[in-house]
Structures are given as structure tokens and as C-alpha cells.
């Protein structure tokens, strides 16, 4: 085994090093004198290396032992380099005086000088070597040292990750059982929920339905009474033409006076723009003016107040330069004091450094003859350390590779726990998607709310026109009955017409009274639909804060029995390969079933089709007869409304002929008003049928959403009652399995595998496994299949 190298040889050749700069070159003075006090001088120099290299060695070990005492030693090491270094010149010096003086007695005693200078040689080399061999023994033992210190920390942080582990474990098991208690709660209450809104849902869809019985026996009702209305309205419409050919020729020549007067007041507009346009091009230049001169104020005072601010900031730079000049002198003054009481301080400590080492060549004689022994007893305990060593090298690689093992379990374990949470986040994902849909269900149905209020007002503005073009129309025929009777000039005719003129003035104010109450019912009904949507909203948030924390409970809940599955899965592996190549052998056999299965499914939707389909077309049917029938209806009601306008003008015609009394041209005057007054009657009754029955069209398609709606939402419900339900059967089979016994199991299945006996042992093993339903009759089919006999299916055990 290689020994590792000491610190102390590279510091005691570099301290020989700067001792010794001309060691190649050293003159023979001192050792040419032959005289007694020429060979005291000349052993001066072989004592102070000597000196030297047991002070490096001493400072080796004190090293070694504290950290403080290296910096010590080094000051140590530096005064004692330069004290030899003074030394040395010093006898350079004396050994050149000396050799002016006794060069030709010097050249006898020179061959006993150099003896003594290899004794020297060889002295120093035997003691760096057991120096070296000291220091090898203090770093192998500090090595050992710190290993077993490192050793008992390992083994004490293990056993303290032991006992938390077992601690999480402990705690994770309540806490699992805790929230398995309230999540069985919680879904006892979520089925009563659910099955008082489905019976909500379904009163509601029956009060749906009666209203719209009702709404269709009105709009029947409604249709007649408009077919009746249709006829009349085609003899005022032809009343109305000719009197609006009257009204057409009065407006022509009020047009053309218009016209005169639009032609003056341009001309005076043109003059009056254009002396306008000359003083507001005067007053632009003015406030230009005015503008430059306050910006260029404004300019001057922003220069004056940024002078002022340079000003001030030179003057605080110059302030602020002064004291930090000031601040630099003063703590160069101090740093100057420090120094020089630092320099008395060295030099006293290199005094007394001096008389230390004084005394330490002194000691360093006794311990090179304890050395010797020491270095033998060293030998042997280290021969001991390495063995022990190599002991604790084993043990130590016995316990990683253990730990190794143990890490790539848990690492196995926390890959199943991150697939398992992924498994969670796509179900959770899914869930959140059905939530995003059923958000938006409820979005459109108000958007749809939105806009039957939007249609509504529109309504209301197209009424409010249309009143406003009755009164026009109302207004016309007043000015031409006016005209009629200033014409007339009879006093009779005049109260008639005063008279038909004051009902229409009480028509008018029961129309305006009418469209009053109109618009305050719209009103009551924006409040009604505000509140409802301000209720639904409020509904809906609290049920998305609801399904936010069952979503998350639900979520740490599967992300636990997944991790539970998955160790049971590995368990349960050996057994699944043995029965999966029988499965796979029995599914060839049982695809005849399943299609068998669909073709019933299949033939059931067809019915319902059919159904559905006649259902329809009757509907349609019934629809064409109702057209067709309110067509001809029309038909002959223009028909008659024809007749009776070609007999009107035929008497028209015959009274004109026969100059007809004034009676009977009072009758005519009457009866023409009483058929405007009939005619503006009929108009505002079609008007308000027809209001009617756009209302009960839109009424009846917003009943028609709100069902659909309802189905939506009762499918989406029974879809997550079954998913809720399917996974409540999976977590009560996976509980049930947890609790079974290993070894009754595994006895059950060889005795099956041994016997053969599959009639009788595989209710246990079903009972044991917790199979489901499905999974129970797949296998008996199979069984049934395979060997074609008539076996009663038993029944599956609970």
C-alpha cells in the first residue's frame, strides 16, 4: 500500500530553501580555521539547521492538533528562518575576517570539518524520515477517526427516518378511514338530492304539458276569431287607399310651397355661414395667439426653476465631496495609528518568539531518542487500524448496498403513487368537462331568456310606430271629414261628425290607456326575469362550489384506493396470468352471446323509431289539415269582402243617378263612419291577436327549450348516479377484498387446480375476489360454452 506523502518535507525544503539561497556557492572560511574557537563557529550553522528542521517537524504536529497553533506556528517558523538567516551572514562574515587572518593554518583542519558536516547530513535525513513515518501514522488515524464518526451518523439518521415513516403511515391509515366514513356520508345525502329533483323535475314537466294543452286550444281560438277580422280589414284597406289618393294631392302642393320657402332659408344660411366662419377663423387666431404667448411664459419659469434646482445640487455635490474628503483623512489617520501600534506589537512578539525557541532545541534532543521507540509501537497499531479498517469497509458497503435496495423500492413505490395520480387527473378532467357542458347549457338558456326580452321590446317599439301611424292616419281623416264639411255646410252632418270625432278621441285614450298597461306589465315581467336569473345564478354558484370540493374529495379518495389497488394488483398478478389465457380461450366462445344481445337492442330502437316516426307524421298531417283549411277559409272570405265591394259602388253608381234625398245621404255619411270606426276597431283587434300570438309562439318555444333542458340535465344525472354507483361497488369490492384471507385463498385455488371441482369452488373463489355481475355470468358462459351441458348458472354469492 502506498504511503501518502507529508506535509512537513515540503516545508522543511522550501524553510532550507530560503535559508540557504547560496547553499551551492558557500565559502570554506569556517571550515579551513584550525584554531578551537574557528570549530565552535563552524558547528554554529549544522546546530541552527538542525534547529530548523525539529522546529518544521514540531510545527507539523501542532498542526495537526488545532488550527489556531498553525497560524502560531508559522509566525514562529517565519522569525526563526530570519533569525538563522542573520545568523549565517553574521559567520559568513567572521569566517572571511578569519581567513585574512589564519588562511595557512586552516588548511589542515579542513578534511576534519567535512566529516563532520556528512554526520550531519545523514543525523537530518533519519530524522525527516521518522517525522514522515509520525505524521503517516497521526493522518491514518484521524481517517479511521472521522469514518467511524460518519458510520454511527448514518446509522442514527436511518433509524430516525424509520420511526417517521412508520409514523406517516399511522397517520395516513386514520386519516384514510376518517374520509371514508364522510364520503359515505355525503353520498347518502347526494341520492336524496337527486331523487327529490327528479321528482321536481318530472311535476314540472307535467304543468309544462297542461300549459301547452292550453296554449294550442287558445291559438285555435285565436286563429278563427283572425280569418273573421281578415275580411273586414280588406274593406277598410280599400277605404283607406282612396283616402290617401285625397290627402296625396294636398300634400303635392304643400310640397311645392315647402320647397319655395326651403330655397330662401338656404340663401340666408349660406349668408349667415359665411360671417360666422370669418369670426371664428378671427377668434382661432386670437386664442393662437393667446396660447403661444402662455407657453412661451410657461417655458421661461420651467427654466428659471431648473437654474435654481442645478444650483442647489451643485452646491449640496460640493457640500457632500468636502465630507466625504474630510471622512477618508480622518480614517487614514486612524488605519496609520493602528498600524504602527500593530508594528510594536510584532516586534515584541518576535522577541519572546526568540526565547521560546531558545528553549525548544532544547527539548527536541530528548524526543529524537524517544522517537526511536515510539515509531516501532506506531507500526503495529497501524498494521491493527488497517484491518479494522478493511472490517468496517465491508460492513459499510454491506449496509449501502442494503439502503440501495431499500431506495429502489420506494423509488418503485412512488412511480405506482404518480401513475395513480394521474389516473385521477384524467377522471377528474373528465368530470370538470361535464360540469364546462352543463355551465353551458345553463348559459344558453339564459341567453335565450335574453333574447325573448330583447324581442319583447322590439315589440313594443314596432307597437308604439304603429300607434303613432294610426294617429297620422286618424289625423287625416279628421282634416278630410273637415273638409267635407265646411263643403257640406249642414248642421246635422256636423254633429255627426263631432260626435264619430269625440269616440274617436275616447278610442284613442282607451288605446293610450291600453299601451300603459302593456308596457307596465312588460315592466313586472323584466323584474320577475331579472329575479329568477338573479336566483339561478345564485343556485348555480352554490352548486359549483359543491361540486368543486365533492370534486376534490373525490380526487384524494381515488388517488388512495388506486394506490391500494395497484398493491393489490401485484399481488394478486401470479393468479390473473393463470386465469387469463381460460378467458381469453371462453371470449371466442361467448361473442355469439353478445351479439345475440345487441340484435335485441338493435330491434327494440327500431320500434321506438317506427313509433316516433308515426308520431310525427300524424303531427304533420294534422298541421297541413289546419292550413289547408285556414286557406280556404281566407278565400272565400276575400271572395265575399269582393261581392260586397263591387255592391257598394253599384249603389254608389245608382244614387248618383237618381240625385237620392238628403236622408239618405245623411244614412250614407253614417255609414261610412260607423265602417272607419269599424275598420280602426278591427285594425287594433288584428294588432293585438296578432301581439297575442306571437306571444303564445314564443311562449311555446321557450316551453319547448326548458323541456328539452330538463331532459338533458335528468340524463346527465343518471349517467353520474350510475357512475357514482359503479364506483361505490368498486370501492366496497376492493374493501372486501383487502380483508381476505391470503392463504385460504391461495388454498381454494389449488384445490381447484388440483380437484378440477369448478361448480363448487367457484362461488368461493367469486366470494373471495368480489367479482362482479357482469364478470360472474361472463365466466359461466364461457364454463357452459366449453363444455355444453346443461349447468344451472349459480347463483352469485354476496
Not at 323 to 337: D, G, M, P, T, Y
Request: charged residues 35%; negative net charge.
Amino acid at each position: 500500500m502506498p504511503r501518502p506523502r507529508p506535509r512537513g518535507r515540503g516545508k522543511t525544503r522550501s524553510g532550507s530553501q530560503r535559508m540557504d539561497p547560496e547553499e551551492g556557492t558557500t565559502p570554506p572560511a569556517p571550515e579551513q580555521v584550525a584554531c578551537d574557537p574557528s570549530q565552535e563557529e563552524s558547528a554554529a550553522p549544522v546546530v541552527e539547521e538542525r534547529a530548523d528542521t525539529d522546529a518544521v517537524a514540531g510545527e507539523d504536529q501542532g498542526a495537526s492538533e488545532n488550527e489556531a497553533e498553525r497560524t502560531r506556528e508559522e509566525l514562529e517558523r517565519t522569525v526563526t528562518e530570519l533569525s538563522i538567516q542573520n545568523e549565517y551572514l553574521k559567520s559568513q562574515i567572521a569566517g572571511a575576517q578569519q581567513l585574512a587572518n589564519s588562511a595557512e593554518v586552516g588548511i589542515g583542519s579542513g578534511r576534519e570539518d567535512e566529516d563532520d558536516s556528512e554526520l550531519v547530513r545523514s543525523l537530518k535525513e533519519q530524522v525527516e524520515r521518522l517525522s514522515k513515518e509520525v505524521q503517516e501514522q497521526k493522518q491514518t488515524q484521524k481517517v479511521a477517526e472521522a469514518a467511524l464518526e460518519h458510520v454511527n451518523m448514518s446509522y442514527a439518521e436511518a433509524d430516525d427516518k424509520v420511526q417517521e415513516l412508520t409514523a406517516k403511515l399511522n397517520q395516513a391509515q386514520l386519516k384514510i378511514e376518517k374520509e371514508l366514513k364522510e364520503r359515505d356520508d355525503k353520498y347518502v345525502e347526494l341520492d336524496t338530492k337527486f331523487q327529490r329533483l327528479h321528482k321536481r323535475a318530472k311535476n314540472r314537466i307535467q304543468d309544462i304539458q297542461k300549459e301547452k294543452d292550453d296554449l294550442e286550444a287558445r291559438f285555435n281560438e285565436i286563429n278563427q276569431k283572425a280569418m273573421e277580422t281578415a275580411s273586414l280589414q280588406l274593406a277598410a284597406q280599400q277605404e283607406l287607399e282612396r283616402a290617401r289618393h285625397q290627402a296625396s294631392d294636398a300634400l303635392r302642393a304643400m310640397d311645392a310651397e315647402r320647397q319655395q320657402l326651403r330655397t330662401v332659408n338656404n340663401k340666408l344660411r349660406c349668408n349667415f355661414d359665411e360671417t360666422r366662419l370669418a369670426l371664428e377663423a378671427r377668434n382661432n387666431a386670437l386664442e393662437k395667439l393667446q396660447q403661444s404667448m402662455l407657453e412661451k411664459e410657461q417655458m421661461l419659469e420651467q427654466i428659471q426653476r431648473s437654474m435654481q434646482s442645478a444650483e442647489e445640487k451643485r452646491h449640496a455635490s460640493v457640500s457632500e465631496l468636502s465630507a466625504k474628503h474630510r471622512k477618508q483623512l480622518e480614517s487614514l489617520e486612524a488605519q496609520l495609528a493602528e498600524v504602527s501600534a500593530e508594528r510594536t506589537k510584532a516586534s515584541k512578539t518576535i522577541q519572546s518568539l526568540q526565547m521560546v525557541l531558545a528553549e525548544k532545541d532544547s527539548k527536541i534532543t530528548g524526543i529524537e531518542a524517544a522517537s526511536t521507540g515510539e515509531a516501532a509501537r506506531l507500526k503495529a497499531t497501524l498494521e491493527e487500524i488497517k484491518g479494522e479498517l478493511t472490517h468496517l469497509k465491508d460492513q459499510h458497503e454491506k449496509e449501502r448496498q442494503s439502503w440501495e435496495a431499500e431506495c429502489e423500492s420506494l423509488r418503485e413505490k412512488l412511480e405506482a403513487l404518480e401513475s395513480a395520480r394521474f389516473r385521477s387527473e384524467i377522471e377528474s378532467a373528465k368530470f370538470r368537462n361535464q360540469l364546462e357542458s352543463e355551465l353551458s347549457t345553463q348559459n344558453q338558456l339564459l341567453q335565450n331568456k335574453d333574447s325573448d326580452l330583447i324581442s319583447a321590446k322590439e315589440e313594443i317599439s314596432r307597437l308604439e310606430s304603429e300607434f303613432s301611424a294610426y294617429k297620422i292616419r286618424a289625423h287625416a281623416l279628421l282634416q278630410r271629414k273637415d273638409a267635407e264639411l265646411s263643403a257640406a255646410q249642414n248642421s246635422d252632418v256636423l254633429k255627426a261628425h263631432e260626435e264619430a270625432i269625440r269616440e274617436a278621441e275616447k278610442e284613442v285614450a282607451a288605446a293610450l290607456e291600453e299601451r300603459d298597461e302593456a308596457i307596465q306589465d312588460l315592466q313586472v315581467a323584466q323584474c320577475r326575469h331579472s329575479e329568477e336569473i338573479e336566483a339561478r345564478d345564485l343556485g348555480l354558484a352554490e352548486l359549483d362550489k359543491k361540486l368543486k370540493n365533492v370534486m376534490k374529495k373525490l380526487d384524494y379518495v381515488t388517488s388512495q384506493f388506486l394506490s391500494e389497488k395497484e398493491s393489490w394488483e401485484k399481488k394478486l398478478a401470479s393468479v390473473e396470468e393463470s386465469w387469463r389465457l381460460k378467458c381469453e380461450s371462453m371470449k371466442g366462445q361467448s361473442n355469439g352471446h353478445v351479439e345475440d344481445h345487441l340484435q335485441k337492442n338493435l330491434g327494440e330502437w327500431t320500434l321506438k323509431y317506427e313509433k316516433l316516426k308515426e308520431e310525427h307524421e300524424s303531427f304533420r298531417d294534422i298541421s297541413d289539415r289546419m292550413i289547408e283549411e285556414k286557406e280556404r277559409e281566407i278565400a272565400k272570405l276575400l271572395n265575399a269582402n269582393k261581392d260586397l265591394h263591387h255592391s257598394l259602388e253599384a249603389k254608389a253608381a245608382v244614387s248618383k243617378r237618381d240625385n237620392q234625398s238628403p236622408g239618405y245621404v245623411k244614412q250614407d255619411a253614417l255609414s261610412i263612419e260607423l265602417a272607419e270606426q269599424q275598420i280602426l276597431l278591427l285594425a287594433r283587434q288584428q294588432a293585438q291577436r296578432e301581439e297575442e300570438l306571437s306571444q303564445s309562439h314564443r311562449h311555446i318555444l321557450a316551453l319547448q327549450q326548458e323541456v328539452e333542458d330538463l331532459e338533458r340535465e335528468n340524463r346527465l344525472h343518471d349517467q353520474q348516479e350510475a357512475m357514482l354507483k359503479a364506483e361505490l361497488r368498486n370501492m366496497e369490492r376492493s374493501q372486501k377484498r383487502e380483508g381476505v384471507d391470503m392463504t385460504y385463498l391461495k388454498n381454494v385455488i389449488l384445490k381447484l387446480l388440483e380437484t378440477g371441482e369448478v361448480g363448487a369452488l367457484l362461488p368461493v373463489v367469486a366470494m373471495l375476489l368480489q367479482f362482479s355481475p357482469d364478470e360472474w355470468l361472463e365466466i359461466i358462459c364461457n364454463r357452459n360454452d366449453c363444455y355444453k351441458t346443461d349447468i344451472k348458472i349459480p347463483i352469485m354469492p354476496s
